[in-house]
C-alpha cells in the first residue's frame, strides 16, 4: 500500500520523461507513420524536409528504433512503428482536446473538428441528416465519420479517449455514457429467385441454407445472430463481410441468406430481386446508441454534439416491423 501525498515513482518518472520531451515530436511522429516518406510528411507539416529528417533522428534514438525502414524504393513501417500508429492519433487527438476545452461553446464560430467511429450502417441511416444538421449549426467546424473496426469496439474505453463517440447498438459496450438515438430491428434478406423459401422463412430455412455473415468473430457478432444460437441453429456461414453494405449483393441470385437491419431494408429497391421477411424468432429489437468517455461529460461541445445527434434521431421516420418499408405517417 502506498503512503504519503506524493505520486507514485512510476508517474514521477513518466512526467520526467515529458518535461524533457518536445511534444511537437508528436505531430512530427504522425505524419511520418501516415506518410512513411520523409518529404511527404514535411509537405503535410508545412515544415522543411531537413526540420522533418532530424526529427524522425530524434525519434529514432528516443525509441531505439528505426521506426522508417527501407524496402526497395520504397520505407515501411517497422513493429514497433505499427503499433505506435493508432496511439499516435489517441494522443494527438486527446492534446488537441486538451488546448480547445473553452468554458463556453459558440457552434456557430467553432473551428473544430468533431470524429465519430461509425459503422457503415450508422452512416446510411445518420450520415446525410446529421451532416446537415451540422452544416446549419456549425457551418466552419468539420464532422470526421470514420469507420470503427472490431478493436475499436472491444477496446471501446480506451479508444474514446481520443475520439468524440462511438455508434454501435447496444450489447457490444459496457460502463460507458450512452446516448440512444434510435431504434431499429433484424430483418432476413433471401434473394426473390431462392425456391427453398416460401412466403415466410423458417428456423429450418436458417439452418440449412449458407449465410452471408458480418465480421465472423465470437465478439463481433450481431445480437440477432447470438439469439439465433439460443435456438440451437449455428449460421453456416459461407461469405464474411466486415461491413452491412454488400450484403444485398452477396444475396441476390444465390440461396444465401442473412440479417440485415430495417433502415437499410428499406432502401432496397423492387429490381434488386430481394425479398425482405420477418425473422421467425423473436429478435431483440436493435437500439443503436452514441458512447463515449466520461472525461467529456462535462465538455460543452461535446453537450453540443449529443444535443444535435439526439434530435437528428428523433426525426428519423418510423419504419415498419413488418418488411423495413417505411411507415406511412
Given amino acids: 500500500m502506498r503512503t504519503g501525498a506524493g505520486p ?26 501516415a506518410e512513411r516518406n520523409v518529404t511527404r510528411a514535411a509537405a503535410a507539416l508545412g515544415l522543411s524536409q531537413p526540420a522533418v529528417s532530424a526529427a524522425l533522428a530524434r525519434l529514432r534514438r528516443h525509441f531505439g528504433d528505426e521506426l522508417l525502414t527501407r524496402v526497395g524504393n520504397r520505407y515501411e513501417l ?24 473553452a468554458p463556453d461553446f459558440d457552434p456557430a464560430a467553432t473551428t473544430r473538428e468533431f470524429t465519430l467511429l461509425v ?9 446525410a441528416p446529421l451532416a446537415a444538421a451540422f452544416a446549419a449549426a456549425a457551418p466552419q467546424a468539420r464532422l470526421r465519420l470514420s469507420p470503427h473496426r472490431p478493436d475499436d469496439v472491444a477496446g471501446a474505453a480506451e479508444r474514446l479517449r481520443g475520439v468524440d463517440g462511438l455508434l454501435v447498438p447496444h450489447g457490444f459496450v459496457d ?25 415466410t422463412v423458417t428456423l429450418d430455412d436458417l439452418a440449412a441454407l449458407p449465410w452471408v455473415t458480418v465480421y465472423h468473430r465470437p465478439t463481433a457478432f450481431t445480437p440477432a445472430a447470438q ?24 444475396v441476390a441470385g444465390t440461396d444465401r441468406v442473412a440479417l440485415l437491419q430495417g433502415r437499410l431494408a428499406a432502401r432496397l429497391r423492387p429490381d434488386d430481386g430481394l425479398r425482405v421477411l420477418p ?16 472525461t467529456y461529460d462535462a465538455d460543452p461541445a461535446h ?5 444535435l445527434l439526439a434530435d437528428v434521431g428523433a426525426n428519423l421516420p418510423t419504419i415498419s416491423p413488418m418488411d423495413g418499408a417505411p411507415q406511412p405517417e
Avoid at 175 to 187: A, G
Avoid at 227 to 250: K, N, W
Fill in 8 to 33: 507514485p515513482q512510476e508517474e514521477r518518472a513518466g512526467a520526467a520523461r515529458l518535461v524533457n520531451l518536445d511534444l511537437n515530436l508528436l505531430l512530427s511522429l504522425r505524419a511520418l507513420l
Fill in 119 to 127: 459503422s457503415d450502417y450508422a452512416t446510411g441511416v445518420l450520415g
Fill in 175 to 199: 460502463d460507458l455514457p450512452y446516448l440512444d438515438l434510435y431504434t431499429d430491428h433484424w430483418v432476413v434478406l433471401v434473394a426473390a429467385s431462392n425456391e427453398r423459401v416460401g412466403e
Fill in 78 to 101: 517497422t513493429a514497433l512503428a505499427a503499433l505506435l500508429v493508432d496511439r499516435t492519433e489517441t494522443a494527438v487527438a486527446g492534446i488537441e482536446r486538451v488546448f480547445s476545452a
Fill in 303 to 307: 453537450r453540443w454534439l449529443r444535443a
Fill in 279 to 294: 425473422c421467425p424468432f423473436a429478435a431483440s429489437k436493435l437500439v443503436e446508441a452514441m458512447w463515449w468517455h466520461p
Fill in 227 to 250: 439469439q439465433l444460437r439460443a435456438h440451437g441453429i449455428e449460421p453456416r456461414t459461407q461469405v464474411v463481410v466486415e461491413s452491412f453494405a454488400p450484403i444485398p449483393d452477396l
